[in-house]
T-cell receptor, first 115, second 114 residues
């Protein structure tokens, strides 16, 4: 069984400040990990994913995440927040990435950016 | 790139009516389509997995007779909410497996049942 826990349902940072969104996972098999962003009334957009190999993963819009097996974490970071980063962010885990693999989502973290 | 087109984006219906939501894969074949539901300020919850040409697999607690899923072709999957009630009001999103190990999501359908 797999699960995802996102710590903090709401995170607020100042424009230009570091963004850190926390995600911990549980998986009985080597996980595939994802971060998605959802803007209001829109579908999900993939930010980045970890499958195998390098544990530091770079994604779109300046975001990156590091897979830490010892900590079962996959926190999302961005060095400098922009106003356009305000959105809902979802961490997700899967046992694979074939077309038949289910993705289990975390509860989401709403990111607000203060001017 | 590959795109999943979901329609309608927003629908308002009366209680007791049925609503059909379509998801089309535009330039690839989607053997599998996932249907999710998202309540306000909550995460996406997987409702069911549809496979082309076979019956959908529903997650625990999801009524298969209420949420009818049809995946008759490799490019089209539909979700029909039958006899909709206000508690069915939600945001419904489809996704498919696809190229380059990436899932493609539709833009979602906001259903409001009066």
């Amino acid at each position: 069984a797999q699960s995802v826990t996102q710590l903090g349902s709401h995170v607020s940072v100042s424009e230009g400040a570091l963004v850190l969104l926390r995600c911990n996972y549980s998986s009985s098999v080597p996980p595939y990990l994802f971060w998605y962003v959802q803007y209001p009334n829109q579908g999900l957009q993939l930010l980045l994913k970890y499958t195998t190999g390098a544990t530091l993963v770079k994604g779109i819009n300046g975001f990156e995440a590091e897979f830490k097996k010892s900590e079962t974490s996959f926190h999302l970071t961005k060095p400098s927040a922009h106003m356009s980063d305000a959105a809902e962010y979802f961490c997700a885990v899967s046992s694979g990435y074939s077309s038949a693999s289910k993705i289990i989502f975390g509860s989401g973290t709403r990111l607000s950016i203060r001017p | 790139g590959a795109v999943v087109s979901q329609h309608p984006s927003r629908v308002i219906c009366k209680s007791g009516t049925s609503v059909k939501i379509e998801c089309r894969s535009l330039d690839f074949q989607a053997t599998t389509m996932f249907w999710y539901r998202q309540f306000p300020k909550q995460s996406l919850m997987l409702m069911a997995t549809s496979n082309e040409g076979s019956k959908a697999t529903y997650e625990q607690g999801v009524e298969k007779d209420k949420f009818l899923i049809n995946h008759a072709s490799l490019t089209l999957s539909t979700l029909t909410v039958t006899s909709a009630h206000p508690e069915d009001s939600s945001f419904y999103i489809c996704s498919s497996g696809g190229q380059n190990e990436k899932l493609f999501f539709g833009s979602g359908t906001q259903l409001s049942v009066l």
